[in-house]
């Protein structure tokens, strides 16, 4: 099954979300490829943060990534492609607003030319991504290990 935005909450609604410190939604590049209007984009993401928040009572912190960039992507004709790539940016300007007012923290994905002719298949790539968003996530879990547990006195 591909993950899109309008199949994701359901899913993550099952799962019990507040035994994480964190949540990082990593969403759109199926939504990009198909080229979704971004007034659509913007509604149905609005509906999976505001979902994801409502279950976890606020905890834990959301982090959203970017679309990741697919200009490496392997498959893709190079028209297709760069189409492909322009609208995956608008839907990221999209994002990061939106993120400003659903209490998420935006993480734009860098370009990252793959090693090797497998692409973005040689998991190198979504180890390096993978360290971008670790980078800046790692300071809000500092900050989480500083406060109380729930539901104790100081």
Request: hydrophobic share 45%; glycine share 6%.
């Amino acid at each position: 099954m591909r993950i899109t935005v309008s199949n994701a909450l359901p899913m993550l609604l099952a799962i019990d979300l507040s035994r994480f410190d964190v949540i990082v939604v990593v969403l759109g590049s199926n939504d990009a490829v198909r080229l979704m209007p971004l007034r659509t984009w913007r509604k149905r993401f609005v509906t999976v943060l505001c979902g994801v928040h409502q279950k976890s009572s606020g905890r834990p912190r959301a982090f959203v990534t970017g679309v990741p960039p697919i200009d490496f992507v392997p498959g893709f004709e190079s028209k297709l492609i760069k189409i492909v790539a322009a609208h995956a940016l608008r839907m990221n300007t999209v994002t990061a607003r939106l993120c400003g007012t659903v209490n998420a923290t935006y993480i734009p994905l860098p370009a990252i030319e793959p090693e090797n002719e497998l692409g973005v298949r040689d998991g190198q790539t979504y180890r390096k991504w993978a360290d971008a968003i670790a980078d800046i996530i790692a300071p809000h879990l500092d900050d989480l290990k500083a406060r109380p547990p729930t539901g104790t006195l100081m």
